[in-house]
């Protein structure tokens, strides 16, 4: 089955920027977008974003979602040590007929 | 405010079958998308299948042929069952559910499949 993919790493400074990108093709994020995921270390995954890009109820101002094509990329800024963990994007892929997710981006806040 | 609490045996042996049960709070079945994903040890995401609100099932083309998703909505319940496991099925099993795009989740049961 065919992912999405995601650089498996990104590294960034204290109250820096963070750009984490998901790539698929015209069938999923190209077609309706990617959701975005961040799961601690031992915890379930949390939904940060939908696939039309707006927040969730009680999610921080500091993410933001947009969609180029099909490249889905999550934006965020002023980063914190809370910031630090795993992030994965989703999307349903229309071919398939099925939700196929990202490989995973771990987050350092150095 | 929905939550979902899930169980089910943690243990397998090669060949048996997983079972899974996601009990439902505050929500409705024919409101949300109920989904089942895993994820093993140390790796990615990997959506296994869901019971939509209109009352079919969507499954991950890869595990269709040993995957029954089902709701009891008298119990306000969704089951898994993954036939024939193998120790490649070892994951952390997790129900969501989604009016949208996997806005709530279980707590995640370890599945460990050894002979």
């Known amino acids: 089955q065919a992912g999405l993919t995601q650089p498996p790493s990104v590294s960034k400074g204290l109250r820096q920027t963070a750009t984490l990108t998901c790539t698929g093709n015209s069938n999923n994020v190209g077609n309706q977008g990617a959701a975005w995921l961040q799961q601690h270390q031992g915890h379930p995954p949390k939904l940060l974003s939908y696939r039309n890009n707006n927040r969730p109820s009680g999610i921080s101002e500091r993410l933001s979602a947009s969609r180029s094509g099909s490249t889905a990329s999550l934006t965020i800024t002023g980063l914190q040590p809370e910031d630090e963990a795993d992030y994965y994007c989703a999307a349903w892929d229309s071919s398939l007929r099925s939700w196929v997710f990202g490989g995973g981006t771990k987050l350092t806040v150095l | 405010q929905v939550q979902l609490q899930q169980w089910g045996a943690g243990l397998l042996k090669p060949s048996e079958t997983l079972s899974l049960t996601c009990d439902v709070y505050?929500?409705?079945?024919?409101?949300?998308?109920w989904s089942w994903i895993r994820q093993p040890p140390g790796k990615g995401l990997e959506w296994i299948g869901e019971?939509?609100?209109?009352?079919?099932?969507n499954y991950n083309p890869s595990l269709k042929s040993r995957v029954s998703i089902s709701v009891d909505t008298s119990k306000n319940q969704f089951s898994l069952k993954l036939s024939s496991v193998t120790a490649a099925d070892t994951a952390v099993y997790y129900c969501?559910?989604?009016?949208?795009?996997?806005?709530?989740w279980g707590q995640g049961t370890l599945v460990t499949v050894s002979s």
């Open positions: 505050g929500a409705s079945f024919s409101s949300y998308y």
């Open positions: 969501a559910c989604h009016p949208v795009d996997f806005d709530y």
């Open positions: 019971f939509t609100r209109s009352g079919s099932t």
